[in-house]
């Protein structure tokens, strides 16, 4: 199944706020990443956030149901995999902010749910 990353500040919470405090939650995010829980996807919290700071973004989320499979670190199967744990955490999809991609873009004109998540190919662009 696949393993998405995401973020917690100004992706998960929305809005203005002084970090580090928490603003409004994503609800629309937060449903989705639900659901693909739910279907047997990891779901890996990548934030900036250390410390007290990460207690309070992994406390915020849990309080709206959404338990992490990892946080700041790869899920289990995939250390066994590579009998390592590489410092970037591995995933099918990272949902952040300042993506250039930016997950906004999976959001439907009504902003009440996320669509499915288009697998693309990269290409390599030779000038």
Do not use: H
């Amino acid at each position: 199944m696949s393993i998405y990353a995401v973020d917690f500040d100004q992706t998960l919470s929305v809005g203005e706020y002084k970090f580090p405090g928490t603003g409004k939650p994503n609800i629309g995010l937060f449903n989705f990443l639900i659901e693909k829980q739910k279907a047997g996807c990891d779901i890996v919290l990548w934030t900036c956030r250390e410390g007290d700071d990460l207690a309070v973004a992994v406390g915020y989320c849990r309080n709206l149901g959404l338990e992490f499979d990892a946080v700041n670190d790869n899920i289990p199967r995939m250390k066994e995999a590579w009998g390592n744990n590489p410092r970037k955490v591995f995933a099918d999809c990272y949902i952040d902010d300042r993506a250039v991609n930016s997950y906004t873009e999976l959001l439907p004109k009504s902003k009440v749910e996320l669509k499915e998540i288009p697998k693309k190919k990269a290409r390599i662009i030779r000038r």
